[in-house]
């Protein structure tokens, strides 16, 4: 028990989500000597959805994960884990005779499963006990949520940016830490060190006061709320988006040069000229943007 409440004090001390991810595998490592567990989410549009492994512990090993860069090809379809989508769509514990797979439902941003790999079937003590510590990651995860995006786009908002940059600056070599502060060995990325380079956009509207004074902070509102969707759609699932500040849009992504970069901001910019906006019509954006190096 003491070992227990050690573990849930440790989970409820961090503020960064892959930790938070590594510590809740930790405590049922620790707790159940299990063969493996791991924190699994789906990521990529609808229709072409991945999995990508975000924290994954194999008993006496170090932890592992799946770059958040990593190329949405590379990662297994869903459709290649039938128990997880099981368990995600009846939103209940799905069990075969070695594995235990628990839907994680939290936000829509990151629907994902925790899997539990034993030599046996789990008892149902060890599954209630794991299906507590996970009411409570989960609990505390819709936290971080709330405290980490915009209420109105649901974007990230400036306060989780500082961690975010700094990240990007850090080269990923393979051998690197998930994570610091968890008591569980030395954490490795699972793939090799993702290609490209950081780059690092700021999107503004161009002469947004004036949705405002014509038309009412309500529409502007939406019109802020129409150009997030927007940039949830244009760019890839591993893509950093952020509401700045009022009209202002960041964002932190992976590209090969400064071509690259240009052409998808580019195309970002010829797509919000395009689209029509309720009331207001059309708008514009202008678009600055540079490498980040270390």
């Known amino acids: 028990m003491t070992e227990l409440v050690e573990h849930l004090a440790d989970l409820t001390a961090l503020r960064d989500r892959d930790a ?61 884990f039938p128990l997880r989508q099981l368990a995600l769509n ?30 046996a079937r789990l008892p149902a003590d060890s599954l209630r006990l794991v299906q507590g510590i996970l009411r409570l990651y989960v609990n505390f995860s819709n936290l971080l949520d709330y405290g980490e995006r915009d209420s109105l786009t649901e974007l990230l908002n400036r306060k989780t940016f500082d961690g975010s940059f700094l990240k990007a600056t850090v080269e990923q070599e393979p051998s690197r830490p998930l994570s610091s502060g968890v008591p569980y060995g030395d954490a490795e990325r699972r793939d090799a060190k993702p290609t490209g380079s950081y780059w690092l956009a700021m999107i503004d509207i161009d002469h947004f006061k ?9 529409i502007g509102d939406e019109v802020l709320l ?69």
């Open 210 to 218: 004036r949705v405002n004074d014509n038309y009412g902070h309500l």
């Open 90 to 119: 009846s939103h209940q514990v799905q069990q075969s005779p070695t594995v235990t797979v628990l839907p994680l439902a939290n936000a829509p941003q990151s629907i994902g499963v925790l899997e539990i790999t034993t030599k």
């Open 226 to 294: 129409l150009l997030a969707r927007l940039m949830c759609s244009h760019f890839r699932f591993h893509d950093q988006l952020y509401r700045f500040g009022g009209e202002e849009f960041v964002v932190l992504m992976r590209c090969h040069g400064e071509s690259a970069a240009f052409n998808v901001l580019e195309r970002l910019r010829e797509l919000t000229r395009q689209h029509l906006f309720p009331q207001v019509g059309s708008i514009t954006i202008s678009v600055g943007f540079t490498e980040i190096r270390p």
């Open 20 to 80: 938070l991810d590594l510590a809740l595998i930790s405590a049922i490592v620790d707790i159940l000597q299990p063969e493996t567990a791991a924190i699994c989410r789906l990521v990529g549009e609808v229709g072409d959805e991945r999995w990508r492994i975000c924290a994954q512990l194999v008993r006496g090993q170090s932890a592992t994960s799946d770059s958040v860069w990593s190329k949405l090809d590379s990662l297994p379809p869903r459709s290649q």
